[in-house]
């Protein structure tokens, strides 16, 4: 087989860019440029030289020095101490190295006076004199994004670049948004307005027949996401007031929309919170804001004796719906203390969130009480969270003995918000039966089967010899991943906090254990039923509950026949389906990504866990058979990984014909 590489380019800058208006630069006559020191000087760092000053807007200047700045040069600390102005105008962040330069920076700072001329000096040498630019920063719009937060809009179209996007820091980092202006600032013949760390900047706020409020900027909120609207937040304690129109203005920024209605915007959810060491912990929303929210917020976490902590948000720690806040003024959570979480102001709301320390797990840990859910589903509660091993799959099936027939059929899993509470997936439970538990050689005490089945919706037809049974959250049947500690924030906003009694925000849901093994019974009218198993890994994907069963190997669903699913576990509303004929799926390439690995890519994307458990064939000229089967959860769109089975290798040079085992896929070329 031929080995190949495909690059796939980003898409092209220019394509996102309009037209805008050129920026005008006040430059540093060179004749005024003075030296920190002579060239015969043999220590460098002392001998730096600044060659040219440009004043690229109100905020921003571009300094060119004749070397590279060290990083102790350019730490803020010593910045603002090395860089210097006259007439009150001073550094506000670091200076950032210009991508594509060897020692040109783009240096904030305050806002320049118009008219005004300014001396720079550099380490206590004055160095040059230029002219303030007072061009402001074209801005599309201000608009409100929570009670007391507004952000400001600006568009690469526009000709207006964040500073994030054209720094040395940051290239490649950008998710392509990155790009090298030239030294006039020009990209692709096009001249670039450059916003400055905006680190201190502030914005006025002023209500109609009202007097003016100063908002600042929200660190770490200028450039997230793609999108260029930094956060401006009111003073602590201050709120817009709905229905009131506010205008927008800076002394830095010209807006093309500066005038907004305040409304009432719904404050967010805390779902959960998780200590992770004595000082960190994780705050989980219940859904992802998609946006940078959390900065500057600060919760109280509250112990039984009435201790108070307040943590703040880690700046730049947010994951989806997950924020990491850190304990502050040096104080520590208490051990094995449970404290109720309450969100400081109005941004949030937390209903009965409450994270209790010091939750480790422990070997010896005993059952203290056990619940059936449904048939094939527990709610084992310990002393104490399990140990790693105990929850791996081998050891857990030691671990849990059931008499009268009963096994566990998949690992444990911690349900969220808890510290040792634990949904066991079970083979289905007789019905009026009453089990014993035996956990690690110890009877464990008893339970009665919940005879109650899970409620889904409907039985349909995915392929020739696949079905897949639907439930619905919205009716109140969560899968278990929804709402097991390992999927916190995973869930792209499924996932939610239920109650001791399995109930959220008072209404009370069913859970779908891991279905690893579980079965149906497919039975076609005038027939013998037809036992289908489990696809692994379809349970919860792309955001639908909707497992996948397949019959046995060569059995295939007959077109015109009408099939009855039936279980001894789930309750299925529509449970009929007549079968058809359905199109394979067609594979578009395949290629080796190493001797045991092969990339499967299909003509389109599926849009489902459609390349579960299917294998392909290769066969070399001389009649060697490999089979490779799809590796679990590695589809990326129309694209999925696939192994050689049973220790097979591909060998070099070698063509191989790509077949699929069974009827799940065509082909659109004979070999590979």
């Not at 790693?388 to 081998?394: G, K, S, Y």
Request: glycine share 6%; hydrophobic share 35%; aromatic share 8%.
């Amino acid at each position: 087989m031929k080995k190949t590489k495909k690059h796939l380019s980003l898409l092209l800058l220019a394509s996102m860019l309009g037209t805008g208006v050129a920026v005008p630069f006040n430059v540093l006559n060179m004749d005024t440029v003075a030296r920190a020191a002579s060239h015969d000087k043999q220590d460098d760092r002392e001998a730096v030289e600044v060659t040219s000053i440009k004043s690229l807007n109100s905020i921003t200047l571009e300094i060119t020095f004749a070397e590279p700045l060290s990083s102790e040069e350019v730490a803020l600390n010593n910045a603002q101490k090395n860089f210097e102005f006259d007439n009150d105008l001073s550094i506000r962040n670091v200076p950032q190295l210009k991508t594509g330069f060897k020692s040109t920076y783009i240096v904030p700072t305050t806002p320049q006076e118009e008219g005004t001329s300014y001396t720079f000096s550099y380490k206590g040498e004055e160095v040059g004199t230029f002219t303030a630019n007072t061009e402001q920063i074209n801005m599309r719009e201000a608009r409100q994004v929570d009670n007391d937060t507004i952000e400001l809009e600006s568009r690469l179209s526009d000709r207006v670049t964040d500073y994030g996007n054209v720094i040395e820091a940051y290239a490649g980092k950008r998710g392509g948004l990155d790009f090298e202006l030239d030294e006039d600032n020009r990209y692709k013949g096009k001249e670039y307005q450059i916003i400055s760390s905006l680190r201190g900047t502030q914005v006025t706020l002023t209500p109609r027949s009202g007097e003016p409020i100063i908002a600042t900027y929200v660190p770490f909120t200028q450039n997230t996401d793609g999108r260029q609207e930094p956060k401006f937040r009111l003073p602590e304690g201050e709120q817009l007031e709905p229905g009131i129109t506010y205008t927008v203005s800076a002394d830095w920024a010209d807006f093309r929309d500066a005038t907004f209605t305040a409304k009432d915007i719904d404050p967010l959810t805390i779902q959960s919170v998780k200590a992770t060491s004595e000082t960190t912990l994780d705050v989980t929303l219940r859904r992802d804001p998609r946006e940078e929210i959390f900065p500057l917020r600060r919760i109280t976490l509250t112990a039984p004796d009435g201790t108070e902590l307040v943590a703040q948000y880690k700046f730049t720690t947010r994951n989806g719906a997950t924020g990491t806040f850190e304990i502050m003024n040096g104080e520590e959570l208490a051990s094995n203390v449970t404290y109720q979480v309450e969100p400081v102001g109005e941004w949030a709301t937390a209903r009965n969130v409450s994270v209790t320390t010091d939750a480790q797990p422990d070997e010896n840990a005993e059952v203290q009480s056990i619940k059936s859910l449904n048939p094939i589903t527990l709610e084992v509660t310990f002393s104490a969270p399990l140990v790693t091993d105990d929850l791996a799959l081998a050891q857990a099936q030691e671990n849990f003995q059931f008499d009268n027939g009963l096994t566990i059929r998949n690992i444990p899993q911690l349900k969220t918000g808890t510290t040792a509470t634990y949904f066991v997936p079970t083979t289905p439970q007789a019905s009026d039966m009453t089990y014993t538990l035996t956990y690690k050689d110890d009877e464990a005490g008893t339970f009665e089967t919940n005879s109650d089945r899970l409620d889904m919706v409907e039985a349909r037809q995915v392929a020739y010899d696949t079905i897949e049974i639907e439930s619905s959250l919205r009716a109140g049947v969560t899968d278990y991943e929804n709402v097991i500690a390992s999927y916190v924030g995973k869930r792209n906003g499924l996932d939610f906090v239920l109650d001791q009694n399995n109930q959220y925000r008072g209404k009370n849901y069913e859970i779908i254990p891991s279905l690893r093994t579980a079965q149906v019974y497919i039975t076609p009218e005038g027939g013998e039923p037809i036992v289908a198993t489990y696809v692994p890994f379809t349970q919860a994907t792309d955001g639908r509950q909707e497992p996948k069963f397949r019959l046995p190997a060569g059995e295939t669903l007959i077109p015109g026949v009408e099939y009855t699913v039936t279980s001894d576990w789930a309750d299925i509303k529509d449970f009929k389906f007549t079968s058809k004929a359905i199109n394979p799926l067609t594979i578009r390439s395949v290629n080796e990504v190493n001797p045991t690995t092969l990339e499967v890519r299909l003509s389109s994307d599926p849009r489902d866990e459609m390349f579960a458990s299917r294998q392909i064939k290769l066969t070399a000229p001389d009649g060697t058979e490999l089979v490779a089967q799809y590796k679990v959860t590695t589809r990326k769109g129309s694209t999925g990984i696939f192994e050689i089975m049973n220790g097979g290798k591909l060998e070099p040079n070698t063509m191989y014909s790509v077949t699929p085992v069974g009827q799940w896929a065509g082909l659109t070329f004979t070999t590979k």
